[in-house]
């Protein structure tokens, strides 16, 4: 079954409003990644949690890692037309060496 | 080059053909991975490559899918018998260090192969 799952798939938000995607695994993560994919694009890397509980910001972007290393979350504070596309979540199980990307969420923003 | 490329950046072949998909990665980076994407879905892995080696090839569906390296850049994914099912964008991304899933993964555009 699906190893990494992100909710939610689909996301419609007013500019200027936040947003956020929840990604979870039933396995404990050594690494979760964050990619963006713009539309007819490839994933571009964003960022890396390693530890426990971690918090990173990238301007409007604050990225969380969970204490059970099992989910984290991406949260975008005052989307901007910029910010459409797929977001994907990528973890490293610590049961062995695979990688598993999330099932995406997509973001529309509406000026 | 400036980030990965790949070629073709669209192939259409028919159903039982056999097909070469190039990928170039960034001069320097020793690690080379190729995923598979599919319409609304998120990459899945297919195999890893450290230098001229493939290191884990544990994502191959099946032994109809074969990569290589032969000099630790360039690589080839090769698929035999082609499928509709393989219908897919074929995407590879290379990484500098040595530790697999671990560092930035910069993607290439992909490759779009439909099966017909």
């Known amino acids: 079954g699906q190893q990494v799952m992100q909710i939610p798939q689909y996301q419609h938000v007013q500019e200027g409003e936040d947003f956020t995607t929840y990604c979870n695994s039933s396995t404990t993560l050594s690494n979760i990644q964050w990619y963006k994919q713009r539309p007819g694009g490839h994933p571009v890397f964003l960022i890396q949690l390693v530890k426990s509980g971690e918090v990173k910001k990238q301007k409007r972007l604050t990225f969380q890692f969970g204490e059970a290393k099992k989910n984290s979350s991406l949260h975008i504070t005052a989307t901007q037309t910029t910010d459409v596309g797929t977001y994907f979540c990528?973890?490293?199980?610590?049961?062995?060496?695979?990688?598993?990307f999330g099932t995406g969420t997509s973001l529309t923003v509406i000026p | 080059g400036a980030g990965v490329s790949q070629t073709p950046s669209n192939k259409v072949t028919e159903k039982g053909k056999y097909v070469e998909l190039r990928c170039d990665p960034i001069?320097?980076?020793?690690?080379l991975y190729w995923y598979r994407q599919s319409l609304g879905q998120g990459p899945e892995f297919l195999i890893y490559f450290q230098g001229t080696g493939a290191a884990d090839d544990s994502g191959l569906p099946n032994d109809r899918f074969f990569a290589v390296r032969p000099e630790g850049s360039v690589s080839t994914l090769k698929i035999q018998r082609t499928e509709r099912g393989d219908s897919a964008v074929y995407l590879c991304?290379?990484?500098?260090?040595?530790?697999?899933?671990?560092?930035?993964?910069?993607f290439g555009p992909g490759t779009r192969l439909t099966v017909l």
């Open positions: 001069s320097g980076h020793t690690a």
């Open positions: 991304a290379s990484s500098f260090g040595r530790a697999r899933f671990t560092d930035t993964q910069y």
């Open positions: 990528a973890g490293l199980l610590n049961t062995g060496n695979q990688f598993y």
